[in-house]
């Protein structure tokens, strides 16, 4: 079962980069994007042990980082997607959580993991990054992946608690 999850956790990360990356730069606002990719983090990390949901991050953020067009330094959203895997799996206890606490789950991931890689930029002289800006994209990324929790994160919760079933509170 363990590798049927892994299976089902790669392909619904790389539907998500592709997704991303090839039909959500048409539908952006001032270049912000939805992250799919974290989506699926929280959706694993709110249904299964923490660890698998650390490492899931970690692959997600370095597909993401890996990816075109990425035109960052590589390695920031796999901290990034990685620190919000970790905090949404301290969100979740040994019960079901309910829809308002996934919704704000989603909501703080976004904010820490979008503010994270946001800051790392700025630590690290991204040219495309200012200071002014960085509170528009955090706040807008917030919003798009509020927006997009009903819809991605039940069927995700689903799927892995169905793989999961000793591990699975959803």
Known sequence: MTYLRWLAAFAAVVVALV????????LAWH???PNLCLLVVVAAAL???????LVL??????TLDLAPPADHIAGRWALALT??????ARVRQDQKPTAMAVVGTVAAASFVATSLFALTG???DDPSLSIAGLLEVVLVAVVWDVLLTPFVLPPLMRLFARLS?????A
């Open 83 to 88: 620190i919000a895997a970790f905090l949404a």
């Open 19 to 26: 997704v991303q990356v090839s039909l959500f730069p048409h």
């Open 57 to 62: 991050g970690f692959v997600a953020g370095l």
């Open 122 to 124: 700025v630590l690290l």
């Open 31 to 33: 270049g912000i994007v």
């Open 47 to 53: 249904t299964v042990e923490a660890p698998f949901a």
């Open 165 to 169: 079933p000793q591990w699975a509170t």
